[in-house]
C-alpha cells in the first residue's frame, strides 16, 4: 500500500511522471511491484472534513474501504455517515474520504489510520456498512519493516 496526497491529479499523466512511472520505475519499484498481486490504483480528490495528509508515525493499521456510490445514494450522505461513523469509534482514528476518479469514478474511498491495533472483524461491524451502503472493498494493512542481519 502506498498513498500519495497529490495537490492536482493530472500531475499522474504528466510528461514527468510517465518519464519515471510506469515501465519506467526505479530498480526498487521494479523489484516490488514484480513481485505483487492484485494490484489497484486508486485516483480519487479529497472531500470531507479532513484534509491533511496522515501522521504516519502514529499509525499501527491502515483500512481502506470501497463504498459505490450507486442509484438513489447520494454522495454528501455517504460522507457524513462515514464521518460521523469514524468520529464516534473509541479508536479515533485519522479518517480520510475520497471521490473516486478517473477509473474509480462512481465510488467513495475510505482511509482509516488508527494509531493502536485492531481487528478487522471490529472494523467491519462498524464501517463494513456505512449510512446502507456496503463496503465491496475494505482491507486492513499493517506496517511492513524488514530488519537486517
Known sequence: MATYFLSQATVLHSPAYKKVGGANGSPWTMRVTSRTIGRLRVVGERIGKANAPFDASTTS???TARYPLSRGVKETALVQALENATGAMAEKPQARIF?????????????AAFSQAVGVENLAAQLGEVGGVGAVH????MPHWKVQG
Not at 476518479?101 to 462512481?106: M, V
Not at 475494505?138 to 494493512?141: A, D, E, I, P, Q
Open 99 to 111: 471521490r473516486g476518479i478517473e477509473a474509480s469514478a462512481g465510488n467513495i474511498w475510505l482511509l
Open 138 to 141: 475494505f482491507n486492513l494493512y
Open 61 to 63: 493499521r491502515l483500512l
